[in-house]
């Protein structure tokens, strides 16, 4: 059974949800896949209605597009990294510079492979052989730790700087960065989860749910357990007595969880 869905919790302090998702199969052709997830920044103003804006504009977009097209993998790496750079100027436009942000993680699955997108710090897994794999790299303040050795990944989430991003849709020009990769379709499942899930949920957490769970309910376990669930988290000893940082502890439902899942037959 093949399962692509998306589902989103407001949380238990946020007065409304700033997240977007998209978990669609093209109009002529079911096994052309768009997966997204947009994480509004809280920090700024609007940040739901560029969310909803990019989401919208990419859904817009995908179901425009020919097969063809969607079937040609730097082809349409080409046509979405341009399409994601008109959504930025047009954010730009309406809100002016610094006014309002999201990230972006996305997916696009055609006969070919996978073309994976990501802007900010929400996230892209694949899975496959018992193992989850992050695909996308967090454009955040405190990825660099993690990436030159001086952190572990897991413990990014103490750090109180860690919800700082490098690269978002809508700022400026300069700071929509689009990473790309494309892929083959050698997995068994992508999923695309926003820091409300990852900063609560360590990889080992989810793919314990993934492995614990029938498939229809593995999306559904992952955003309970990321609002609901005490994940009972101490600060490595490690960490203070190196200082890197102001250190915090993350709390379940602190922030808008959203996920989107593509598990194959």
């Not at 949380?11 to 997830?37: M, T, Y």
């Not at 920090?43 to 977009?61: C, N, P, Q, S």
């Not at 700071?175 to 989860?193: A, K, P, R, V």
């Amino acid at each position: 059974m093949k399962i692509i869905e998306t589902q989103t919790n407001i949380g238990l302090i946020r007065k409304k949800n700033e997240d977007a998702s998209v978990a669609i199969s093209h109009p002529k052709d079911e096994n052309i896949l768009l997966l997204l997830v947009a994480d509004g920044m809280g920090g700024k103003r609007h940040g739901e209605v560029a969310a909803a804006y990019t989401a919208k504009a990419l859904e817009k977009w995908f179901k425009a597009k020919s097969v063809s097209v969607l079937n040609n993998l730097e082809k349409v790496e080409d046509q979405v990294r341009k399409e994601i750079e008109k959504i930025n100027e047009e954010i730009i436009k309406k809100f002016g510079e610094g006014i309002s942000g999201t990230t972006l993680s996305m997916a696009i699955v055609n006969y070919e492979g996978t073309i994976f997108v990501n802007v900010g710090d929400s996230r892209i897994y694949r899975y496959q052989n018992k193992k989850l794999i992050q695909v996308s790299e967090d454009a955040s303040d405190v990825w660099y730790y993690y990436k030159f050795g001086v952190v572990k990944k897991d413990d990014l989430r103490f750090f109180y700087n860690n919800n700082i991003i490098t690269s978002c849709i809508g700022l400026s020009k300069e700071l929509c960065e689009i990473e790309t990769q494309i892929s083959d379709n050698d997995y068994e499942m992508i999923l695309l989860l926003t820091d409300g899930v990852t900063d609560l949920l360590t990889d080992k957490k989810l793919t314990k749910i993934i492995q614990r769970n029938p498939k229809e309910d593995i999306l559904k376990k992952i955003i309970e357990e990321a609002v609901y669930v005490d994940q009972r988290y101490h600060i490595p000893l490690y960490l203070r007595r190196k200082k890197y940082s102001k250190y915090v502890l993350p709390f379940p439902g602190r922030d808008n969880a959203t996920g989107t899942i593509y598990i194959k037959d």
